[in-house]
């Protein structure tokens, strides 16, 4: 697989504030690529910098093997969908989507045939007179990312497209731009703030968090492999314990848990002795009788979320765990106030150093 | 349920203000009435009659005033009439001389208003305040203190001279340029506001989405730009030119007679003894209807492009 962008050692600075420190990445060519971190963490600091709109205060950026950070935006082969659509207000929607193929000097007649054809592949074939004012949000999203399409880049930025959509259209569009990215080959950097929509659209995921790149993997491998507490702890629900690690053998960490009970395991982003954490999902928890568990408490409060309860246990210790009990199982759902046992799986119950 | 809603609505606001409705408008009714209809009626009605000498009208109806401007029928009256070109040509160069005001207003005021409205919040109130501020001293002192400076001995071309950038004071009282300069001076502002309005309200993110589709900064003001700040830069226009066109302090103190502007006509009719109201009122007539029917043609291509745009839905 070729690698599409390159990112190497990037920072930017606004004054004091530190955007992106040190951001080092590379991205395949045909991956839907997603940044995701919450809001303020320099996603469209980074975004912006791939498109020319920034000048990094250090590092290189490199689009197919070349170095770009010296071209301005109308030379880069990159195409953005912007988060408010950027839409422009006094062209029609054929127009617009057009604006880019004119602006690359094609003969008339392509550019007709292309815009149609794109406007086909978004659905608004019969909006192409339209201004975007008379557009709904939905549609003029799409005409949005129908011009950005429409030159054909090699490569496509999306900052955050969908967060301005009603939650139904959102799901839907999801659906629709996986198809899109999929069809056309194109390279796509998605930003999002929702690990939802990055769980279930993307090839990979980074993780960020303050300008600093956490971690980099499948959705798969940041759910359920994460690097440190904040990824753990951003994406889905998950239970920190605090931990004594006593000792390290063979990728294998014994700790001590808070009741005094230790556990071996081998899950881990690497591990030390002294303190550590473990990260257990709330649905790798399960409840049982108290005799030969590995941790203790009193159920302190139910939430019903219709396929599954939520249960909050309060530890003696004084901390809480959070456990979810499938609704099938009705025998398993406990009674509030009652003192339980809680059984973690120990494969799933990754150990962090931080 | 919509409809019951909106017309319980209704109900409450006219039974509020019912009665009051009317009352309301009067103030704008009588400023409206006595500043702007009653002053042009009496205009058209001293357009038709008969002129006294020494100033002043006979009330007796007449169409002298227009046959003088549009009719010449030689010393006497008694020749067959000809087309009166003088009254015609001083329209023209009129027109012409507001719209190179007009040019130059809009070369210097749409970036100086592009720049104000790209500071940030405290500079940008600042330099707002700075534009407006010699519009606080009267406009024939700030006439007469341009014609100090750019006259042949004036500080301009002292300075340049001294600098050694000319060795001859460069000659721009009583030209059209000097009109032209007063007349950008006068009305500059009129220029800047209604663009920095606009400029205000424009999203810069289109000019980012322009770029990232490869126009280059040239293409990206006239293709996205200029369009979308249109209504800002046709107003700033508009403002400029009409009372451009009937100014009269500028082209009289900076100007020659070369320069004579309808202003400075319609001025003459009603001074002094040489005055002839009737004519006065009719130039004005003229240049009311001019000015009517451009802004019209205006409004009328506005609306029928938005019909356009509204037809395609
Ligand atoms: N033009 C700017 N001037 C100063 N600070 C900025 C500017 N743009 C972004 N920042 C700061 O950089 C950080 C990252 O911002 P941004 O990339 O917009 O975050 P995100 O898109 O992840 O929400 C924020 O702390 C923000 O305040
Ligand atoms: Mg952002």
Same mark, same amino acid.
């Given at each position: 697989?070729?690698?599409?962008?390159?990112?190497?050692?990037?920072?930017?600075?606004?004054?004091?504030?530190?955007?992106?420190?040190?951001?080092?990445?590379?991205?395949?060519?045909?991956?839907?690529?997603?940044?995701l971190? &919450?809001s303020?963490?320099?996603?469209?600091?980074?975004?912006?910098?791939?498109? $020319?709109?920034?000048?990094l205060?250090?590092?290189?950026?490199?689009?197919?093997g070349d170095?770009i950070?010296d071209?301005?935006?109308?030379?880069? %082969?990159?195409?953005?969908?912007?988060?408010?659509? #950027?839409?422009?207000p006094?062209?029609?929607?054929?127009d617009?989507v057009?604006?880019?193929l004119?602006?690359?000097?094609? %003969?008339?007649?392509?550019?007709?045939?292309?815009?149609?054809?794109?406007?086909?592949m978004?659905?608004?074939?019969?909006?192409?007179?339209?201004?975007?004012?008379?557009?709904?949000?939905?549609?003029?999203?799409r005409?949005?990312?129908?011009?950005?399409?429409? &030159?054909?880049?090699?490569l496509?930025?999306?900052?955050? %497209?969908l967060?301005a959509?009603?939650?139904?259209?959102?799901?839907?569009?999801?659906?629709?731009?996986q198809?899109?990215?999929?069809?056309?080959?194109?390279?796509?950097?998605f930003?999002?703030?929702?690990?939802?929509? #990055?769980?279930?659209?993307?090839?990979?995921?980074?993780?960020?968090s303050?300008?600093?790149?956490?971690?980099?993997?499948? &959705?798969?491998?940041?759910?359920?492999? %994460?690097?440190?507490?904040?990824?753990?702890?951003f994406?889905?629900?998950?239970?920190?314990?605090d931990?004594?690690?006593?000792?390290?053998?063979?990728?294998?960490?014994?700790?001590?848990?808070? $009741? $005094?009970a230790s556990?071996?395991?081998?899950?881990?982003? $690497?591990?030390?002795?002294?303190?550590?954490?473990?990260?257990?999902?709330?649905e790798?928890?399960?409840?049982? &009788?108290?005799?030969?568990?590995?941790?203790?408490?009193?159920v302190?409060?139910?939430?019903?979320?219709?396929?599954d309860?939520?249960?909050?246990?309060?530890l003696?210790?004084?901390?809480?765990?959070?456990?979810?009990?499938?609704?099938?199982?009705?025998?398993?759902?406990?009674?509030?106030?009652?003192?339980?046992?809680?059984y973690?799986?120990?494969?799933?119950?990754?150990?962090?150093?931080? | 349920?919509?409809?019951?809603g909106s017309?319980?609505?209704?109900?409450?606001k006219g039974?509020?203000?019912?009665?009051?409705?009317?009352?309301l408008?009067?103030?704008?009714?009588?400023?409206?009435?006595?500043?702007?209809?009653?002053?042009?009626?009496?205009?058209?009605?001293?357009?038709?009659?008969?002129k006294?000498?020494?100033?002043?009208?006979?009330?007796?109806?007449?169409?002298?005033?227009?046959?003088?401007?549009?009719?010449?029928?030689g010393?006497?009256?008694?020749?067959?009439?000809?087309?009166?070109?003088?009254?015609?040509?001083?329209?023209?160069?009129?027109?012409?001389?507001?719209?190179?005001?007009?040019?130059l207003?809009?070369f210097?005021g749409?970036?100086t208003?592009?720049?104000?409205?790209?500071?940030?919040?405290?500079?940008?109130?600042?330099?707002?305040f700075?534009?407006?501020?010699?519009?606080?001293?009267n406009? @024939?002192?700030?006439?007469?203190?341009?014609?100090?400076?750019?006259?042949?001995?004036?500080?301009m071309?002292?300075?340049?001279?001294?600098?050694?950038i000319?060795?001859?004071?460069?000659?721009?009282?009583?030209?059209?340029?000097?009109?032209?300069?007063?007349?950008?001076?006068?009305?500059?502002p009129f220029?800047? @506001?209604?663009?920095?309005?606009?400029?205000?309200?424009y999203?810069?993110?289109?000019?980012?989405?322009?770029?990232? @589709?490869?126009?280059?900064?040239?293409?990206?003001?006239? *293709?996205?730009?200029?369009?979308?700040?249109?209504?800002?830069?046709?107003?700033?226009?508009?403002?400029?030119?009409?009372?451009?066109? +009937?100014?009269?302090?500028?082209?009289?103190?900076?100007? +020659?007679?070369?320069?004579?502007?309808?202003?400075?006509?319609?001025?003459? *009719?009603?001074?002094?003894?040489?005055?002839?109201?009737?004519?006065?009122?009719?130039v004005?007539?003229?240049?009311?209807?001019?000015?009517?029917?451009?802004?019209?043609?205006?409004a009328?291509? *506005?609306?029928?492009?938005?019909?356009?745009?509204?037809?395609?839905?």
């Amino acid at each position: 697989m070729n690698t599409a962008v390159e990112i190497e050692n990037v920072t930017k600075r606004y004054g004091d504030v530190v955007a992106l420190s040190s951001v080092s990445l590379a991205i395949e060519d045909n991956e839907f690529f997603t940044l995701l971190g &919450p809001s303020g963490c320099g996603k469209t600091t980074l975004l912006r910098s791939i498109a $020319g709109f920034e000048q990094l205060s250090q590092g290189d950026i490199k689009l197919f093997g070349d170095s770009i950070v010296d071209l301005p935006p109308n030379k880069r %082969p990159v195409n953005t969908v912007f988060q408010h659509y #950027a839409l422009f207000p006094h062209l029609t929607v054929a127009d617009n989507v057009g604006f880019g193929l004119q602006r690359q000097r094609l %003969p008339s007649h392509e550019i007709a045939s292309r815009v149609a054809d794109i406007l086909e592949m978004v659905q608004l074939g019969s909006y192409a007179d339209r201004l975007p004012s008379m557009l709904s949000g939905g549609q003029q999203q799409r005409v949005a990312l129908a011009r950005a399409l429409a &030159p054909r880049p090699r490569l496509l930025l999306l900052d955050e %497209p969908l967060s301005a959509l009603d939650l139904k259209l959102r799901q839907d569009v999801r659906v629709e731009l996986q198809q899109i990215q999929h069809d056309t080959g194109i390279t796509f950097i998605f930003v999002t703030h929702d690990q939802e929509e #990055a769980l279930t659209m993307s090839d990979r995921i980074a993780v960020m968090s303050e300008g600093v790149l956490q971690q980099v993997g499948t &959705p798969r491998q940041i759910y359920e492999a %994460p690097d440190n507490r904040f990824v753990a702890d951003f994406i889905g629900d998950t239970n920190l314990i605090d931990v004594q690690v006593t000792q390290v053998l063979d990728q294998c960490a014994t700790c001590v848990l808070p $009741g $005094g009970a230790s556990i071996a395991c081998n899950n881990m982003a $690497g591990a030390s002795v002294g303190a550590g954490h473990l990260s257990v999902r709330p649905e790798r928890v399960t409840l049982g &009788p108290v005799d030969g568990s590995a941790l203790q408490g009193e159920v302190s409060r139910l939430t019903y979320l219709g396929t599954d309860i939520h249960v909050t246990v309060a530890l003696s210790d004084g901390g809480k765990m959070d456990v979810r009990v499938q609704n099938s199982d009705s025998a398993a759902i406990p009674q509030p106030g009652s003192t339980i046992g809680l059984y973690l799986d120990i494969a799933a119950a990754r150990l962090l150093v931080d | 349920m919509a409809q019951i809603g909106s017309s319980a609505r209704s109900s409450v606001k006219g039974g509020t203000f019912a009665g009051l409705g009317p009352l309301l408008m009067l103030p704008s009714w009588v400023v409206i009435g006595f500043f702007l209809v009653l002053p042009v009626i009496l205009m058209l009605v001293y357009s038709f009659l008969t002129k006294e000498f020494r100033g002043g009208v006979i009330w007796e109806f007449s169409v002298n005033a227009y046959d003088q401007f549009f009719f010449n029928r030689g010393l006497f009256g008694d020749e067959a009439p000809t087309i009166e070109w003088t009254y015609i040509n001083i329209f023209w160069r009129s027109i012409w001389q507001a719209g190179l005001a007009t040019v130059l207003c809009l070369f210097i005021g749409f970036p100086t208003a592009w720049f104000i409205a790209t500071r940030s919040g405290h500079s940008k109130s600042m330099w707002l305040f700075l534009i407006t501020i010699p519009y606080w001293v009267n406009l @024939l002192i700030r006439t007469i203190s341009l014609k100090f400076l750019i006259r042949d001995t004036g500080p301009m071309n002292t300075w340049l001279m001294s600098w050694g950038i000319i060795d001859q004071p460069i000659h721009i009282i009583n030209s059209n340029l000097a009109v032209q300069l007063g007349l950008f001076y006068s009305y500059l502002p009129f220029m800047v @506001l209604p663009i920095y309005a606009s400029v205000e309200r424009y999203d810069f993110s289109l000019s980012e989405a322009a770029a990232d @589709l490869y126009s280059t900064r040239m293409e990206t003001l006239r *293709q996205i730009i200029i369009p979308v700040v249109k209504p800002g830069i046709i107003a700033g226009c508009i403002l400029v030119f009409v009372p451009s066109l +009937g100014a009269f302090l500028a082209p009289d103190l900076l100007g +020659g007679s070369k320069t004579f502007m309808i202003g400075s006509l319609i001025e003459e *009719q009603f001074k002094g003894n040489a005055g002839n109201w009737p004519f006065g009122a009719a130039v004005s007539m003229i240049l009311l209807s001019l000015v009517l029917i451009a802004l019209m043609f205006y409004a009328r291509s *506005q609306s029928s492009a938005r019909k356009a745009t509204r037809a395609a839905d």
